[in-house]
């Protein structure tokens, strides 16, 4: 990571994006993807797995997503 994003990040931080990075290399490895959106601030976001070439596969939960992220599998 760059030192410049770095500066006044907190380390625990640093890894924890480190590590969500890392998930979304694997996940493009298995031609899958999350996008997220948000049409109205006051709307929930929107997290869609798509495949590499941008085809809708499903819609999941913020808190999947998150999961997704961390190390749990894409269910």
Do not use: K, W, Y
């Amino acid at each position: 990571m760059g030192r410049f994003l770095a500066d006044g990040v907190p380390p625990h931080l640093l890894a924890e994006i480190d590590l969500a990075f890392a998930r979304a290399g694997e996940l493009a490895a298995r031609n899958r993807e999350l996008h997220f959106a948000q049409c109205d601030p006051d709307a929930p976001i929107v997290v869609e797995v798509r495949d590499l070439d941008g085809a809708l596969i499903r819609t999941i939960a913020g808190a999947e997503a998150l999961d997704v992220l961390s190390g749990a599998e894409l269910r």
